[in-house]
């Protein structure tokens, strides 16, 4: 009896030791499991929100409209008119982001705009620009509204900053290696996203707040003045003994032509015409005379 009792004292100290060991190491798995299940959770608890935010906060987030005018004006001086507009979107507070010029074989110039102006100046700018011109080829307003995609990335990017912030606490929990890394490689991409959006919120921000009109001036040539003064009649007597050359060369050239080319064709072409026309005269005399000389037979006898 005395010998099972020391037996089971033998095995229960020896299972207290090794389960003592062992202790440190499972609960770093715990751990770590734990960790790994709350990143997860986090990221699902993010990906509820971003829908549940839109739903509560969509109707009171003002409108976020994106406006855009085209316009192709004929004008009497376009360089001038350049100017003028140069100078206006000063005076709205707006600015002009390209500018470029084209000129034509007379002298005229075109030029291409891009203007962007304050949203709430839109149209008074837009009918200004129309007051300049003698013509309006095309006129053209397109509008884009994106307040709906505004309030999605408002509230992604607050569901992403709660989660940014829940994951640096864990990362700040976890005790071994294998959860750290987990939970930054979770982190960077968080953060990465909110950049992300960040991004395309200050887009739609600057795009609503400043439209864009792009602008075709066209120069109207019959508002240009006479320019007696610009006439040059040596150009002129230039251009006219040019000419004048030019029609002799043409006439030398088609001389040489008919000589060496078109007058040997004819010649040749002549000669088997007249060639052919003798030989006929002489098939058709040689019968007529054999003819003539039975009939003359045929007489006499």
């Known amino acids: 009896m005395k010998h099972y009792i020391l037996w089971a004292i033998a095995i229960a100290l020896s299972t207290i030791v090794g389960c003592a060991a062992s202790t440190p190491e ?15 959770s986090v990221t699902v608890i993010t990906n509820v929100q971003d829908e549940a935010v839109v739903l509560d ?3 009171s987030l003002p409108k976020m409209i994106i406006y855009t005018g085209n316009l192709e004006l004929v004008v009497g001086d376009t360089l001038k008119t350049q100017d003028d507009i140069a100078r206006m979107m000063n005076e709205m507070g707006g600015l002009v982001l390209t500018s470029d010029s084209y000129a034509y074989d007379s002298g005229l110039r075109r030029v291409n705009m891009t203007l962007k102006v304050p949203v709430d100046k839109f149209n008074t700018t837009m009918s200004a620009l129309r007051a300049m011109a003698i013509e309006i080829n095309h006129d053209g307003v397109s509008s884009q509204d994106v307040t709906q995609e505004y309030v999605d990335l408002e509230s992604r990017l607050r569901a992403l900053e709660v989660k ?13 290696t294998e959860a ?13 996203e909110i950049e992300q959006v960040k991004g395309r919120l200050q887009y739609l921000e600057r795009s609503a707040a400043m439209s864009t009109i ?12 006479v320019e007696i003064a610009g006439w040059r009649p040596g150009g002129t007597a230039k251009r006219a003994i040019e000419a004048l050359i030019e029609a002799f060369q043409f006439l030398v050239d088609a001389l040489i032509w008919i000589v060496l080319l078109i007058l040997p064709v004819v010649i040749f072409i002549g000669l088997v015409i007249f060639g052919f026309i003798r030989l006929l005269a002489l098939i058709f005399g040689r019968r007529r005379r054999r003819q003539q000389v039975i009939e003359d037979d045929t007489s006499v006898k």
């Open 164 to 176: 940014a912030t829940r994951l640096e606490e864990l990362m700040e929990e976890a005790e071994d």
């Open 214 to 225: 792009n602008v075709e001036l066209v120069p109207d040539a019959l508002s240009q003045p």
């Open 180 to 192: 750290v890394l987990a939970v930054y490689e979770q982190l960077s991409a968080t953060q990465q």
């Open 57 to 59: 906060e969509g109707e």
């Open 26 to 40: 499972m609960i770093e798995v715990v751990k770590t499991v734990e960790v790994e299940k709350e990143v997860e």
